[in-house]
Structure formats: structure tokens, C-alpha cells
């Protein structure tokens, strides 16, 4: 049900270089749904991470969604974007295993983290699906989203003073597509604003340099990052800087 709900709606999704697209009943002039928003404790950043692992391993032993109690459902009725990000777990690297999410979804966190993990194990197209051998080699990510907010500036070349790395997430917006990055990867790349700006470009299928365009459109979030630090291993509020 939920997932023919998150398909109607038109829900904003980053699957690899995906369109992203918006419902317009209910939205801002700045193209997002305006909500209050409450910060997720770091126990409950434990309950996602939990629920999206759980999820994933349900979903390869039943080949269906997972069905989460009364408690969890009661913790996360706000309705959040939410990404979920699998990471291969190799020493001390941590190689990109799946990543999607939803940024303005019209269902509560508690649905929506639940699409997300079995979209980022399952559907993202980088990827071949994931295995029950691969399950305690991965390690699992949820980033909570706050609203997309318009970046307004006086000129283009503006934007790299007013972009923040480590805080801010990137939506570029153009007449032929959308792009998002999150804004935990322009930290692992170890990019600067510049590189970043031309990376969400790209990923919006777009020349590196789009964003300098007048009629170009940049959208920055903020993410709350809850992580396991091991596989299936004890789970951190996740700190970019």
C-alpha cells in the first residue's frame, strides 16, 4: 500500500541519475512542501537504522515488506525525506553498496525509511541486488532530511560563498533534470564547493558548469546521519564536521 502510495504521489526519489519530480498540490512557490520539523534523538536514530536493517533481511527471507509494530510506528509519524545508504564494509574502507531515498515524501518516516531500504538494497540501478552473503557485510546509513530550501543570490558565482561542505546537501535543478548529492559525499570525495556544485550537475545530467547558468536552480538540506560503525555493530549519530 505504501508503495503504490509513494508512486502515485510522484514522491521526489534519487535512484543513480533519476529525474526527480513533484507533485504541485500542497507546494511552496520555492517547489517544496513547507513542514515543521523535530530533530530525531539519537535513540530513535537507533530505531531507523535498526527498522532499515531488519527490513532489508525480512524483505531477502519473505520476498515481502516488513510490517513494523505500534511503538515504532508511533516514533516516526512525521513525514521526513529519508535516505538509506548500504556501504560494503572493507577494513577501514567503505565502499558505495545503495542509496536512495525520498526528500519531501507524503507518508510518514516510518513508511517512507522502509521504502527506502528496500530500494537502496534492491532497485538502485548502480547496483546488482543485494544478497543474504552480503547482509552482515554491509553497513547501514539512514540520513533524516530537512525541507529543500531555495538558494537565492544576487549572481551564480555567489553560490560558492553560500554553500556550506559538511552541512549543506545539494538539489540542482535545470530544464532538463534534477540532481541530488547528500551532504556527507562531497566529505568522502574530499571535493571542494566548486567540485561539488559540477558534481551535482552531472549527476542532474547536466554540463559541469549548469549551475552558473541565470535559470538554473540550487536547493540546499541539512541531514541528520545515524550509522552502524560495524556491520549489524553499534550504531552513532554521524557528524560530517
Known amino acids: 500500500m505504501a508503495r503504490n502510495s509513494l508512486e502515485k504521489d510522484k ?3 534519487q535512484i543513480g541519475e533519476t529525474t526527480i519530480k513533484a507533485i504541485l498540490k500542497g507546494w511552496n512557490k520555492t517547489g517544496f512542501l513547507v513542514r515543521v520539523t523535530t530533530k530525531i534523538s539519537d535513540s530513535q536514530g537507533s530505531l531507523l537504522v535498526n527498522m532499515a536493517r531488519t527490513t532489508v533481511n525480512f524483505y531477502l527471507k519473505n520476498n515481502d515488506r516488513i510490517k513494523p509494530n505500534n511503538f515504532f510506528l508511533s516514533q516516526f509519524q512525521e513525514k521526513k525525506g529519508v535516505f538509506v545508504t548500504l556501504k560494503k564494509h572493507f577494513d577501514s574502507d567503505n565502499d558505495l553498496r545503495g542509496c536512495i531515498g525520498f526528500i519531501n515524501p507524503d507518508i510518514p518516516l516510518a513508511e517512507s525509511l522502509i521504502e527506502a531500504a528496500i530500494s537502496a538494497a534492491f532497485s538502485d540501478p548502480r547496483f546488482e541486488p543485494l544478497t543474504f552473503q552480503e547482509l552482515d557485510k554491509v553497513i547501514f546509513e539512514v540520513s533524516v532530511l530537512t525541507p529543500p530550501k531555495i538558494l537565492k543570490v544576487s549572481s551564480p558565482k555567489n553560490y560558492v560563498s553560500k554553500i556550506k561542505i559538511g552541512l549543506d546537501g545539494l538539489i540542482i535543478s535545470w530544464k ?3 540532481g541530488l548529492l547528500l551532504p556527507q559525499v562531497p566529505i568522502e570525495q574530499g571535493w ?6 559540477a558534481n551535482a550537475c552531472m ?7 549548469i549551475w552558473l547558468q541565470t535559470d538554473t536552480k540550487i ?3 541539512q541531514v541528520e546521519i545515524f550509522s552502524e560503525v560495524l556491520p549489524e555493530g553499534s550504531i ?4 560530517l564536521v
Not at 203 to 209: L, M, Y
Not at 236 to 239: F, Y
Open 11 to 13: 514522491i521526489f526519489r
Open 176 to 178: 532538463h533534470g534534477d
Open 192 to 197: 571542494s564547493v566548486e567540485e561539488y556544485l
Open 203 to 209: 549527476k542532474a545530467g547536466a554540463k559541469p558548469d
Open 219 to 221: 536547493f540546499t538540506f
Open 236 to 239: 552513532t549519530r554521524k557528524n
